[in-house]
C-alpha cells in the first residue's frame, strides 16, 4: 500500500499550507495531552503509584480538568514585574516550538515547508524558544527565577554546539540540509549508522527540552520552579503547554533524524511516526523517574568538555567514511561504527569520571 | 573586558520544597556561588520546654512525641529514662526489649525519610522518595499495630511500654525483617553507583572529623566523618549491650559518606531487631508507677543514639509532680550549627543537598 502523499495535494498551493498547518497544530496539541498524560502515568507506574485515574478512563482526561481549573484562576502579574516581557515572554516561548514543526515530515508529503536549508532553520528556531523562557525568567522580576533564566541561557549555549555538530554529521552524510531528503537517506535509520551523533543529539535535546538531569532552569527543589515561578493562571498553562511541545518537538526531531521518521512497514506513515515520537518520550521519562539533576557546573563541563569534543570525533569519523569510503557496504560500517562509538563512549566516560573526581575533592 | 557584578540577597525558606519544614536560609549568591548565609530557624517554635513544666511527669510523654515527629519512639525514651532514673523505677526486661525493636525500626523510617528527601533534593523526582516510602509505611504499619496510632506513638511508659505487642506482631515482623534486605538492595542498585548521585555528593559537603568533633555533631553527621562515636556502644543504654553490630563510617566526611553511613545503619538495625526478638523473654511490659508520680528532689541527665543523633534529657525535679525544668539536647540543632561553614563557597545547587544531608527535623530544632 502506498501512504505517500502527493506534493500538489490537494491542488491548490494555498489550500494546501492551511490544510497542512492545521494538520500539524493538531498533531502537536493531541500529542500534548497524550504526553501529560503519560507523563504523569508512567511516572506514577515508576514510582509504583496509581497516578491520575478519575477524570475519564485511564485518567485520559486528566490535562482537560487541569486546563478547566487553571483558566479560572487568577491572572496574577507581580507589581514590580516588566508588564510587556510578562505577558509576551509566553508566547516567545511557545510559538517557535510549533514553527520547528513546519519542517519536519509527518509521513512522506505531510511536511508544511519542505526547505532546502531545513537543519539550519531548526537550529536557529529552537534557540528563539530559549530566548522566551529566558525573558519570562527575568520578567517576573523574582530571583529564583533570575537564576533559572541565566540557567537557561548558559545551558542554550553550550548545547547548541553540539547538538548542531552531531547534525552536520547527518548533513555530510546525505549531502542536503533538507528534511525530507534526511528521511529518504535512512533506508537504515541513522541510529545505526551514527550512533554516537544520536547519543550526543539525544543528551543535547534533553538539555534543550530542559529535562532531567537537566532540569536545572525549573530545578523544584532549589528554586521552586524556576523560570516560572511567579506565572499564574493562563499564561502559566502557556509555558505548561511550551514545555511539553517542546518535548513533543524534541522527541519529533530525534524520530525524524536519526529513527527513520515515518518510514516502516505495512502501518501509515505517521502512525510510524507517532510511535517512534512516544517511544522516545519513553525513555525520556525513563530518565526522569530515575536520574538526578546535575549541578549547573556539571552540566557545563558535560557540554564543552564531554559532548564538544565527542561531536567534532563523530564529524570527523563521518566524514571521512563519506570522503574515502563513499560505497562502504553496510555490513562493514554499521558494526564498525557501533563499535567505535561505543569504545569512544566508555573512554570519554572514563575520562569524565577522573575529572569529577579531580573537581569535586 | 570585566562587568561590574554585584551579590545578590535569596531567601531559601521559610516555605520552599526542600527546607524540610519552615527553615529559612538568607544566602548571599555571587552569580551561584554562595557568599555568606544566614540561617533563620524558630518558625515552629512551641514552647515544648516551658509547657513540660506546666504539665506532669505523665502528661508530658505525648509531648516528647512532638519533638522529632518522624523519630517520635526515640524522643520519647530519654524522657522516659530520665524520669525513671530520678524516681528509681525499675523496667522490666521484656519492656527493654520492646524499646529497642521499636526505637530500631523507628530509626529505619527516619533514616528512610532522610534518605528518601535527601534524593528529592537532589532531584529524583520522587521515585526514591516513594519507593522508601513503601517501606517507611509497611514499619509505620508495624507500629500502628503496636501503639494504634501512625505518628505520634506515644508509647513508652515510667516502668514499661503503653501495652504489649498483640500476637499478630512477631510475625508481621518477621515478615519486614525477612523482605527488608531485598528493598535495601533494590535502593543500592538504584543509587548508590549512580554516576550523576556520585558527582553530586562525593566531595561535596566536606566536614573534617575534627570539626565534627568541635561542633559537638553527632549521628551520621559525626560518623559519617570517620568518628566511630554511637552511644549504643559507647555509652551503652537499656540492653544495647546484649547486641552484636557494627557502626558504619564514612571515611571523608562529604554528603555521600553521610548517606552511605545512613544505609548502612539501617542494615545494622534490621540486625538489632533480629537479635532483639530471638533474645525478648517474656514477661510484664510494665510495672505498675504511682499516677501521681513525685520524683525524688534532684536533677538527671539521659541520652540516647536518636536516628539524628545524640538526643538527651535533662530533667531537673523539685520535688513535686511537675518537672522543675526539662530541657532537650536536640541532635538536629546541634548538626545545624556548622551549615554555615559547610555551605560557604559550595554552589546553590550543593547547598540544598549539603543541607539535606544533615537531616534536620524542624520539630526538633525549634521545640
Known amino acids: 500500500m502506498d501512504w505517500s502523499i502527493s506534493p500538489d495535494w490537494p491542488g491548490n498551493f494555498w489550500l494546501r499550507l492551511i490544510i497542512i498547518a492545521v494538520i500539524l497544530i493538531a498533531f502537536v496539541m493531541s500529542s500534548v495531552i497524550m504526553f501529560i498524560w503519560m507523563e504523569r502515568r508512567v511516572i506514577a507506574r515508576i514510582q509504583s503509584r496509581l497516578g491520575p485515574n478519575r477524570a475519564g478512563p485511564f485518567g485520559l482526561l486528566q490535562a482537560f480538568a487541569d486546563t478547566i481549573k487553571i483558566l479560572t484562576k487568577e491572572d496574577i502579574v507581580p507589581t514590580l514585574a516588566d508588564k510587556v516581557l510578562f505577558w509576551a515572554a509566553p508566547a516567545i516561548a511557545f510559538v517557535p516550538t510549533l514553527m520547528i514543526m513546519a519542517v519536519i515530515p509527518l509521513m512522506n508529503g505531510l511536511q508544511l515547508a519542505d526547505l532546502n536549508v531545513g537543519v539550519l532553520y531548526i537550529a536557529a528556531i529552537s534557540a528563539v524558544s530559549a530566548i522566551g523562557i529566558f525573558l519570562s525568567g527575568i520578567a517576573g522580576n523574582n530571583k529564583y527565577s533570575l537564576v533559572g533564566a541565566i540557567r537557561e541561557i548558559a545551558q542554550l549555549i553550550s548545547f547548541e554546539i553540539p547538538m548542531v555538530l552531531a547534525l552536520a554529521g547527518l548533513v555530510i552524510a546525505c549531502g542536503s540540509m533538507s528534511l525530507s531528503k534526511i528521511v529518504e537517506a535512512q533506508s537504515i535509520p541513522f541510529i545505526l549508522l551514527q550512533p554516537l551523533g544520536f547519543v550526543i543529539f539525544m543528551v543535547a535535546i534533553l538539555a534543550e527540552i530542559n529535562r532531567t538531569p537537566f532540569d536545572l532552569v525549573e530545578a523544584d527543589s532549589e528554586l521552586t520552579c524556576g523560570f516560572n515561578t511567579e506565572y499564574s493562571g493562563m499564561k502559566f498553562a502557556l509555558l505548561y503547554l511550551t514545555e511539553y511541545s517542546e518535548a513533543v518537538v524534541g522527541s519529533a526531531l530525534i524520530t525524524a533524524f536519526f529513527l527513520g521518521a515515518w518510514r516502516g512497514p505495512i502501518l501509515p506513515g505517521i502512525l510510524w511516526f507517532t510511535i517512534k515520537m512516544f517511544a522516545v518520550f519513553m525513555f525520556i521519562l525513563w530518565l526522569r523517574g530515575t536520574l538526578p539533576r546535575l549541578r549547573i557546573d556539571q552540566s557545563m563541563r558535560l557540554a564543552w568538555k564531554g559532548l564538544l569534543p565527542l561531536s567534532m570525533f563523530n564529524l570527523f569519523i563521518v566524514s571521512l567514511q563519506t570522503v574515502f569510503f563513499p560505497d562502504l557496504a553496510l555490513w562493514i560500517s554499521i558494526p564498525a561504527y557501533i563499535i567505535i562509538s561505543v569504545i569512544i563512549i566508555i573512554l570519554w566516560a572514563m575520562f569524565m569520571r577522573k575529572e569529577r573526581q579531580s573537581s569535586n575533592a | ?367
Open chain 2, 1 to 367: 573586558m570585566a562587568l561590574p557584578t554585584e551579590p545578590f540577597i535569596l531567601n531559601i525558606g521559610p516555605l520552599h520544597p526542600s527546607t524540610h519544614g519552615v527553615f529559612r536560609m538568607r544566602v548571599t549568591l555571587d552569580g551561584e556561588i554562595i557568599q555568606d548565609v544566614e540561617p533563620v530557624f524558630g518558625y515552629l517554635h512551641r514552647g515544648l520546654e516551658k509547657l513540660c513544666e506546666k504539665y506532669t511527669y505523665k502528661q508530658n510523654i505525648p509531648l516528647t512525641d512532638r519533638l522529632d515527629y518522624v523519630s517520635a519512639i526515640n524522643n520519647n525514651w530519654p524522657y522516659v529514662m530520665a524520669v525513671e532514673q530520678l524516681g528509681g523505677i525499675v523496667v522490666p526486661q521484656r519492656a527493654e526489649y520492646l524499646r529497642v525493636i521499636m526505637g530500631e525500626l523507628q530509626r529505619i523510617a527516619s533514616h528512610l525519610l532522610a534518605v528518601g528527601s535527601l534524593m528529592n533534593d537532589m532531584g529524583i523526582f520522587y521515585t526514591a522518595f516513594m519507593y522508601m516510602f513503601r517501606e517507611r509505611e509497611k514499619i509505620i504499619d508495624l507500629l500502628e499495630m503496636v501503639s494504634g496510632q501512625r505518628l505520634l506513638y506515644n508509647y513508652m511508659r515510667f516502668g514499661g511500654v503503653s501495652m504489649d505487642i498483640p500476637t499478630e506482631f512477631l510475625p508481621a515482623l518477621a515478615r519486614f525483617l525477612k523482605v527488608m534486605p531485598g528493598f535495601l538492595d533494590e535502593y543500592d542498585s538504584m543509587l548508590t553507583g549512580n554516576e550523576i548521585l556520585l558527582s553530586r555528593t562525593k566531595g561535596i559537603g566536606v566536614m573534617s572529623s575534627e570539626m565534627a568533633i568541635n561542633a559537638s555533631a553527632s549521628g551520621p553527621m559525626l560518623r559519617g566523618s570517620g568518628v566511630k562515636w554511637d552511644l549504643r556502644k559507647d555509652a551503652a543504654y537499656s540492653v544495647y549491650d546484649k547486641f552484636e553490630f557494627d557502626i558504619p563510617i564514612g571515611q571523608n566526611g562529604d554528603c555521600y559518606d553521610r548517606y552511605r553511613v545512613r544505609m548502612e545503619e539501617m542494615r545494622q538495625s534490621l540486625r538489632i531487631i533480629h537479635q532483639a526478638v530471638e533474645q525478648m523473654p517474656a514477661g510484664k511490659e510494665k510495672l505498675p508507677v504511682p499516677l501521681r508520680l513525685r520524683p525524688a528532689k534532684g536533677e538527671v541527665y539521659t541520652q540516647i543514639e536518636a536516628p539524628r543523633g545524640t538526643l538527651g534529657c535533662y530533667l531537673v525535679s523539685d520535688g513535686t509532680e511537675k518537672p522543675y525544668r526539662c530541657h532537650f539536647r536536640a541532635p538536629a540543632l546541634i548538626n545545624l550549627t556548622v551549615l554555615r561553614n559547610l555551605l560557604i563557597g559550595q554552589k546553590l545547587a550543593d547547598a540544598i543537598i549539603i543541607f539535606g544531608s544533615i537531616d534536620i527535623s524542624m520539630g526538633e530544632v525549634d521545640r
